[in-house]
């Protein structure tokens, strides 16, 4: 089930109908990095111009060579943090154009079945800034676990394993469900979406093609949930029933 869920999921990211939503979101993001390279470099002139003057009083013999050191390791810690920045900035972008993508699964792939409703435009805002807030959090508990040998790669995976299933399971839930009932169906069936997170980590772990990673969860975890629910149709009668996550 999860990797039929994947396999439709990795198809959807290249079918005509995605199409757009896919360069609408890269278009965006390189935007988005084009302006933040501008501002990042405008704030190191701001900072580092006025340290480097004081420097180089009366300008000596050295200060050109300064200069064009400072200059390369300008351009390196710019190019870095563009790096680091990819990732969430991509995130952030595309948590904008989940609904777009599920609609696209649930028309073609659910023709027969109700379609979802998409999440009003404030909760919309805030679902993309956790889905940014996923990525980072979960890459910081990475980052930090680095230096301890046999943990990182396992930390990273499960960390993320669980904020990405988690995250992108109950929104694709919602669409369907009131968040709290989302939520329950998710606790309930939490082994595999988790499982189906590890999925999503692994390919947020290559290079390039993690820059579709919140388009590939959306699209994996609706196919995911309409599994779920056909297998579990009777769950919205125990739905009130408290569960733990």
Do not use: C, Q
């Amino acid at each position: 089930m999860i990797l039929d869920a994947a396999r439709l999921a990795f198809a959807n990211l290249f079918a005509a109908e995605t199409r757009t939503v896919f360069w609408k979101v890269i278009g965006l993001t390189l935007l988005a990095l084009v302006a933040l390279w501008f501002l990042i470099r405008e704030l190191f002139v701001w900072l580092a111009l006025p340290w480097i003057d004081a420097l180089m009083p009366g300008t000596p013999d050295w200060a050109g060579w300064l200069t064009f050191v400072v200059g390369i390791f300008a351009s390196l810690g710019l190019a870095l943090a563009l790096a680091l920045l990819l990732a969430p900035v991509t995130a952030l972008i595309a948590g904008f154009f989940l609904d777009d993508v599920a609609e696209v699964v649930e028309k073609r792939d659910y023709p027969g079945e109700p379609p979802g409703t998409p999440l009003p435009l404030a909760e919309a805002m805030v679902t993309s800034v956790k889905f940014l807030g996923v990525v980072i959090l979960g890459n910081i508990v990475a980052l930090m676990l680095l230096l301890v040998p046999g943990v990182n790669l396992v930390a990273f995976f499960l960390v993320n394993g669980y904020l990405l299933g988690r995250e992108f399971f109950e929104f694709a839930a919602m669409r369907h469900r009131p968040p709290a009932e989302a939520r329950l169906f998710r606790v309930k069936h939490r082994a595999t979406v988790f499982l189906a997170g590890l999925i999503l980590t692994a390919f947020l772990a290559i290079p390039l093609l993690n820059l579709l990673t919140p388009l590939f969860a959306a699209g994996m975890m609706v196919h995911l949930h309409k599994m779920l629910s056909a297998r579990d149709p009777g769950f919205a009668s125990v739905a009130p029933l408290t569960l733990r996550s």
